[in-house]
């Protein structure tokens, strides 16, 4: 047999290998989708027109929406500002709300507690982090932290 006949023959193998490898693979790793479609949406911080209003000052704010398609039960969400700091960022405000008991599916929860009072009208660049923990069909669960879409510059220093 010639050179280029082995060559051809060892290619032949060598490729049949990997495919039969890699679909192996594949369908081993497969991901098993979530049981549930929850998810937990962060809005983009601002400044309050509602504690403006209320408290005369201003402050910054980050609100969360919770909604889940099953059944839950003692719902807590926490949220968290943000703030960029010059070597790493850091916490301004946390506030969570609990919603014990019954919650039905499809049920929107909002949580606009989490706001911080403005020492300055120093432009700072924040962000909102959330998370939420619930039971849902008789298991404690808890979401991946969620983050505002982007960091805002306001004129306000904590």
């Not at 969360?64 to 949220?79: E, F, H, P």
């Not at 405000?93 to 014990?100: C, D, F, L, P, Q």
Request: glycine share 4%.
């Amino acid at each position: 047999m010639s050179t280029f006949k082995y060559r051809y023959i060892a290619s032949f193998l060598i490729l049949n290998l990997i495919n039969a490898t890699y679909s192996q693979t594949s369908s081993a790793s497969r991901v098993t989708p979530p049981i549930t479609k929850c998810y937990l949406r962060v809005d983009n911080p601002h400044l309050s027109d509602s504690i403006k209003k209320q408290k005369g000052f201003e402050a910054v704010k980050v609100n969360a929406v919770s909604i889940c398609n099953k059944d839950i039960s003692n719902l807590q969400i926490t949220v968290e500002i943000r703030k960029k700091g010059l070597l790493l960022d850091h916490e301004v405000a946390k506030r969570s709300i609990e919603v014990m008991g019954f919650i039905p599916a499809n049920k929107r929860i909002a949580h606009k507690g989490t706001w911080r009072k403005c020492d300055n009208k120093k432009v700072s660049e924040y962000y909102g982090v959330a998370y939420a923990v619930a039971n849902i069909e008789g298991k404690r669960m808890q979401t991946l932290p969620a983050r505002t879409a982007k960091k805002v510059s306001l004129p306000c220093g904590t």
